[in-house]
């Protein structure tokens, strides 16, 4: 931390889309080798902010000074020129290229190939952020990936790094290594933009902090001094009630999975191996885990989108491993997987017809293979006022609504089928806090009411705080479930996989980076 | 079976070396785009533009050489409106393909009318003294003309530029993820135009080989189908240059073995031979497909896909 002018200037940044202002004239400024949050909740602008600041975008009006200097970036090239390295929430990655082509791509004047490699073998170390140059990015975890990107900003030695929501795919014991990482390079001299949701995080890391809400700059504050509820506070602008969890049930068991082995679907797929679960009656078993260690496999073994032997998974008893989605819905087990368009709903078709394709069976909506559309505008209209989807009305696309609404859709239309068992996967992923308030309230209801759920989500807090037990996923593996009662995030951590090989960062690191070899 | 006695394996060696030639530029072309990430089927329509506007040039002019510039640009020319459609107005790429070989066909064919039976200038052959007349070699290797030995030259070249130059990295990096490609800043429409026009201006030579080289005149409709074996021979080399040649070779093979066999009076239906690199294309793509786990490696992950901008 030197003092004088401060390294990044943000001054009255404004910049709008056709129907929504997404930056209200925004300013803050970041200090040299400050760690400065950029807090809000989803579309509270972050996203479109950064872009700006990494050239991806152009505001409609305001000023950016780089250490004193005008900044107007016309592309992300201009922006690496100007020293500004940017660490991405969806990688931005090659999956067919090599780390090292991956890492080449993202520099302005790569040195040749053998050098380059040697680099990032030496800079990663140093970091303790371990990588094969010669790997290509398909066989990587999430975690390795986040190494990748991270490389490849320190390798242009950049004095403002952004990082974007960096720690939805890493373990406690990741995390806890990254911030020492990040400590490091602050240390050095880089300033780093660290954009994200999770309080706890930001009060550990920064020490400055400008709050974003409905795209206008509500608060700046040093988060140090705050706790994480004031914070969210700010951020929301209202108080948000924690869910009331019911007590653990002693009901008998609902769902039962037992040796439900799966090859992967895919090139990029995970294996299932021998995975073993039981909910019973009431209860919400919580699944965490890392990304892409067997989370969408698992749900579609138990939704029925892959089949498995019959005995493999159980409902009341009754062995549906062999059954497809629609007879497991018939029988009880409602899914929703993760990813909201595509997957739980069809885009361009409306939601009474989003609303029929799962309902279907349940809600007696075809008769003698004909539609009854009157009751399947029923029930659309049923979800949509029971889970406060903010639409105007049954018959627009689901494309059409926000990504918190639409998930209250797809949650509420599988809720409202009254099922025995209900897999969730991600139920809150990308959703402003209040619908994700709202959808976690009606799982537990839900389970309140006599069925069991089981809710496999990558947020460790939504897990602890709805789940009367905890499994976690590692590499297709579920652990033995444990009584959420009394567990530790560091034990948590472990059971997801430790640090996958990560380490300490090494005092040498900086000068390894920064050497011009 | 006293026919296959009749055949000289030198002469098809040699024969097989020229068949191949319009396939494998139009199919090393096609490659380029497609590891940028655009599909283009239009290159039917392409090489027969290329046949007939370098035959024309050609004939006007008196110059074999104009005569392929102009194929290559006529070929780019068509690219450069593919590209215009996809990229810039986001057409579907399968339907504009499609409509690119049929555009071509006509506009070939009402380009063509004063042509039919029109002798062009004769193509020159490399002839090196010494060379050229050496038993087998000199027949194999030193006597073909000069867009054979461009078609080699290309595979090496493309080879090279993808595997070692940082424009190469560049334009498989906009065909693996166009999305990624543009948050790091890159130009994807511009690579992806680029690469179209490269691929144009080489199924347009592919087809001036035929028009000017290798029948040599102008007929309607005289590639026949060889850019539908040349889009074939892309997914059967799955992406790799060398396996292109290598494929041309193969299915430039078979279309000489055809006409030698016919020759020496083997009485096997034509058919089978013309409907072979297909079903040879089919039978690969299976074997490529049948281990789930590599089979999207091969494949450009961004292949047809459309890429919107966005903010």
Known sequence: MTAGPPLLEVEGITKAYPGVVANAGVSFAIRHGAVHALLGENGAGKSTLVKIIYGLVRPDAGRMRLAGAPYAPASPAAARAAGVAMVFQHFSLFEALTVAENVALGMERPPPMRRLTARIRAVSGAYGLPLDPDRPVADLSAGERQRVEIVRCLLQEPRLLIMDEPTSVLTPQEVEILFGTLRRIAAEGTSILYISHKLEEIILLCESATILRGGKVVAGCDPRQRAARELAEMMVGRLIAPAARAAAPGGAPVLEVAGLSLPPAGPHGRALREVGLTVAAGEILGIGGVAGNGQDELLAALSGERRAAAAAVRLDGRPIGALGPAARRAAGLCAAPEERLGHAAAPDMTLTENALLTGAVRERLVRRGMIDWRAARAFAARVVAAFDVRTPGTEVPARALSGGNLQKFVIGREILQRPRALVVNQPTWGVDAAAAATIRQALIDLAAGGAAVVVISQDLDELLELAHRFAALNEGRLSAARPVEGLTLREIGLMLGGAHGMQAARPEAGRLAHDPA | ?311
Not at chain 2, 51 to 56: I, K, R, T, Y
Not at chain 2, 122 to 128: F, K
Not at chain 2, 286 to 297: E, G, K, M, P, Q
């Open chain 2, 1 to 311: 079976m006293s026919g296959l006695a009749g055949i000289d394996p030198i002469a098809v060696a040699a024969a097989l070396i020229v068949a191949s030639t319009p396939i494998l530029l139009a199919a090393i072309g096609e490659l380029v785009a497609e590891r940028a990430g655009v599909l283009n089927l239009g290159v039917e329509g392409m090489m027969i533009l290329g046949a007939v506007v370098g035959f024309a040039a050609a004939v006007a002019t008196g110059d074999v050489w104009l005569g392929l510039l102009a194929a290559a640009a006529g070929g780019a020319a068509l690219a450069a409106l593919f590209a215009l459609l996809v990229l810039g107005l986001l057409a579907n790429q399968v339907a504009t393909g499609l409509a690119l070989t049929m555009f071509g066909l006509g506009l070939s064919a009402l380009i063509g009318q004063g042509y039919i039976g029109v002798r062009p200038p004769p193509a020159g052959r490399l002839d090196l003294p010494g060379l050229t007349d050496l038993p087998v070699a000199g027949r194999l290797l030193f006597a073909h003309d000069v867009l054979v030995y461009a078609g080699l030259a290309l595979v090496a070249g493309v080879w090279a530029f993808l595997r070692y130059t940082r424009a190469g990295l560049i334009l498989r990096a906009v065909g693996e993820s166009h999305d990624a490609a543009h948050a790091l800043g890159f130009g994807v429409r511009r690579v992806r135009a680029a690469a179209v026009v490269f691929g144009g201006a080489c199924a347009g030579l592919g087809g001036a080989h035929l028009s000017l080289v290798r029948v040599p005149q102008w007929t309607e409709g005289m590639t026949a189908g060889a850019g539908w074996i040349a889009l074939a021979l892309v997914v059967f080399a799955s992406w790799r240059p060398w396996r292109v040649l290598l494929g041309a070779w193969l299915f430039g093979g078979i279309a000489v073995l055809q006409l030698n066999l016919q020759a020496a009076g083997v009485k096997i239906p034509v058919e089978y031979l013309a409907m072979s690199p297909y079903v040879v294309t089919i039978v690969v793509l299976v074997i490529i497909s049948a281990d789930r786990t590599r089979a999207a490696l091969n494949a450009p992950a961004a292949l047809g896909r459309p890429f919107h901008a966005a903010g």
